[in-house]
Every structure is written in structure tokens, then in C-alpha cells.
């Protein structure tokens, strides 16, 4: 199993330009998460989801759009990207509530 | 609104002595209490969980203990290890809630 697997690794974006953060697992899992990490920081949350064609917004979603039209993949959208975006960003899924959450290597996207 | 407060934000260690984190929660319906390790530049990854029916849970240098009273629950690393320098996440999810609320983190230090 991959697990949760993210793309792309890295990333810079100019200040106005959109892009699309790929986030898929393999585990079966209902529930996923998208968070984004700022240097020497914890864990914000961004969106959840807790089933295909289900979506709802964490602490820190302006500026991002997601979708979950299948079970595996859970797609994180940036529109008019800005420089308080830069960060770290780390999809997650777990089984269900109160379960362990398995995180992926991390999208770091720096905009300039 | 509910919160996880985390301490200490820093933690340096001789090798061989013993660390402790601690985490106070405030949903007293919180039921699930899991600890992320997360090294230099790599994703937060589960090394030990503890619910709300359990007191305390051990997994060779690695305890959790749970107080559910006070709502605290604490790490204790024994015997530390170099390779045990992190940042430690604690967290804490009520069922039915979808996500965790996160701490700040705790970033350790074991000098050799």
C-alpha cells in the first residue's frame, strides 16, 4: 500500500496564479483532511471530508476550494494564489472518527 | 471554542533521561487522544493513541497516560535517544466530530 501519497513535492507560484494540490489514498479511508503548516508552526486545518461528494470547511479555508468526488481523491484548489500561502501542506485520512490519521509526504509551496 | 494547550514548547534532554509532554484538553466529551511525531522536514507520523476507557497505555520507551478528570493526558519518552529529537504533536477528537483539535507542539531535544 502507498498510503496517502501527495503531488507535486515541491512548488512555486507567482502572486494571482491558481493551482490544483493532488491528494489520493489507497487505504479505503471515508474521512480526509487537508492542513497546511507554517514554519515552526502546528497543524491549521483547511477542509475535511467525510465521504465522497462530502466537504465541509476547517479553521482556515479562505482562499481554497476542494472537492471529493470519489473516495480516493481529495484535491485541494488555491485561486489567486497569495504569499500568506506560503506553507507546508499535508493531506490526511483516516478510517473514521476518533481514528489515527495517516498523513502524506507534503506539498511545500512557496509564492512569490 | 475548544482548544488543546501543550507544554512545554521546548524541551532539551541529556540522553538517557526521561521527557514528558503534556497536553490539557477542553471538551469533556473529547474521547480520543493520539501522539504525532514529526522529524525535520517529514510528515507528523502516529506513535502511540490512548482512549478515554484506558488510563494508561505503553509501547516499550513510549507511555501515555490519561487523566480524565483534570482533562490532561501526558507522553513520557524513558531512556531517550538522539533519534527521538522531534517536534511531538498531541491531540484530541470527540466522536462524531471528524476532525482533532491539535496542540501547538513540543519540539525535543536529546543531547548526547
Known amino acids: 500500500n502507498a498510503g496517502v501519497t501527495q503531488t507535486p513535492k515541491f512548488r512555486i507560484l507567482k502572486i494571482g496564479q491558481s493551482m490544483t494540490l493532488q491528494c489520493t489514498q489507497d487505504m479505503n479511508h471515508n474521512y480526509m483532511y487537508w492542513y497546511r503548516q507554517d514554519p515552526g508552526m502546528g497543524l491549521k486545518l483547511i477542509y475535511y471530508?467525510?465521504?465522497?461528494?462530502?466537504?465541509d470547511k476547517g479553521e482556515v479555508p479562505n482562499g481554497y476550494n476542494v472537492s471529493r468526488s470519489t473516495t480516493e481523491d481529495f484535491p485541494l484548489r488555491l485561486e489567486l494564489a497569495a504569499p500568506s500561502q506560503t506553507s507546508v501542506y499535508f493531506c490526511a485520512s483516516s478510517y473514521g472518527t476518533s481514528q489515527p490519521q495517516h498523513f502524506g509526504d507534503g506539498t511545500r509551496l512557496s509564492i512569490l | 471554542g475548544e482548544n488543546v494547550e501543550q507544554h512545554p514548547s521546548t524541551l532539551s534532554v541529556q540522553e538517557g533521561d526521561s521527557a514528558v509532554i503534556k497536553c490539557t484538553y477542553s471538551?469533556?466529551?473529547?474521547?480520543?487522544f493520539p501522539w504525532y511525531k514529526q522529524e525535520l522536514g517529514k510528515r507528523p507520523q502516529l506513535i502511540i493513541d490512548i482512549r478515554s476507557n484506558v488510563g494508561e497505555k505503553k509501547d516499550q520507551r513510549i507511555a501515555v497516560t490519561l487523566n480524565k478528570t483534570a482533562k490532561h493526558f501526558s507522553l513520557h519518552i524513558t531512556e531517550t535517544q538522539p533519534e527521538d529529537s522531534a517536534v511531538y504533536f498531541c491531540a484530541a477528537s470527540t466522536s462524531g466530530t471528524y476532525k482533532y483539535i491539535f496542540g501547538t507542539g513540543t519540539r525535543l531535544k536529546v543531547l548526547a
Open positions: 471530508s467525510v465521504g465522497a461528494g462530502i466537504t
Open positions: 471538551d469533556s466529551a473529547s474521547n480520543y
